[in-house]
């Protein structure tokens, strides 16, 4: 039974752990989180043409308000899909990534995330921070890493992401516009200026993401 049903085994051991403790341990160890996403970036290339209108263009902005489109080269894919899901839903607010998300499955969403991702950016071994980590962001390091680096397929690397997008997803999920439970949490202990400081620090990570490339023809 142990064998079988590891996942089960894994989540009551962890019940008792602090949130930060069980969600870290079961990304890691639960093999279907990773299963569902296994994109194929070639088809992915072909689907994901208009999303390169925006995400393909280096400094590209978001109108009204004005903020840069988030760069997804080296992020993990897995993330991605997910992102697109809360787009989907609803979970996440925006209304013209809405319209890019709501007519495709999420074997379309792996594929698109595989090809816009490209080659991730994997946690190091000895992670080498670029400046220091404000004191506010001790407790982001579980997750996010004090590099930049998501510890897990399912964590958003931030580093090198423009700044301003960090701030208004922070911002986002502070205010409600994001509704994802884990963030909002950790968000709505930010002032408006520890946003900042933490957007800025984590933008200046390095190795860190790009814009999106066009396929090699
Ligand atoms: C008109 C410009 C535009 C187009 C076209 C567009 N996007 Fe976006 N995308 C954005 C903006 C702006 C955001 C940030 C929205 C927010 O504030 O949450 C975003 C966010 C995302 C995110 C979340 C990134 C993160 O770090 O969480 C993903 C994934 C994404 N887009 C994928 C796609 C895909 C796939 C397509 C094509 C099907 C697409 N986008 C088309 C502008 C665009
Ligand atoms: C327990 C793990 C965890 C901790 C701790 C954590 N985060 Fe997150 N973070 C996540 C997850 C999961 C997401 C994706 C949520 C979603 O789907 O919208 C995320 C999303 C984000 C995003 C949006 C990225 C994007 O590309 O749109 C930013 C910015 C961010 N976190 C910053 C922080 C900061 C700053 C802290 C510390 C104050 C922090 N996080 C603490 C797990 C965590």
């Not at 142990?2 to 969600?23: E, I, M, Y």
């Not at 800025?200 to 396929?215: E, V």
């Amino acid at each position: 039974m142990k064998h079988r049903f590891p996942g089960v085994v894994v989540t009551k051991f962890l019940a008792a752990l602090s949130l930060v403790a069980a969600s870290v341990a079961l990304a890691a160890f639960s093999p279907a989180a990773h299963a569902q996403s296994v994109g194929d970036a070639q088809r992915g290339a072909k689907l994901a043409y208009t999303c390169l209108g925006c995400h393909g263009i280096p400094n590209y902005k978001n109108a009204y308000p004005t903020y840069s489109v988030p760069k997804l080269r080296g992020q993990h894919p897995e993330y991605l899909v997910i992102a697109l899901q809360a787009y989907r839903s609803g979970e996440r607010s925006h209304a013209t990534m809405h319209a890019n998300a709501a007519s495709w499955t999420d074997q379309q969403y792996a594929d698109m995330a595989a090809f816009l991702a490209g080659p991730v950016i994997a946690p190091p071994a000895a992670p080498k921070p670029v400046g220091k980590l404000p004191a506010v962001g001790q407790t982001c390091v579980a997750c996010h890493g004090a590099d930049g680096i998501g510890i897990t397929p399912q964590y958003p690397t931030l580093a090198g992401q423009h700044a301003d997008y960090l701030e208004r997803a922070l911002t986002d999920y502070k205010k409600g516009g994001r509704k994802n439970a884990i963030m909002a949490g950790f968000a709505g202990q930010l002032s408006a200026q520890d946003i900042r400081d933490m957007a800025r620090y984590y933008s200046s990570q390095r190795p860190g993401l790009d814009t999106a490339k066009r396929p090699v023809r």
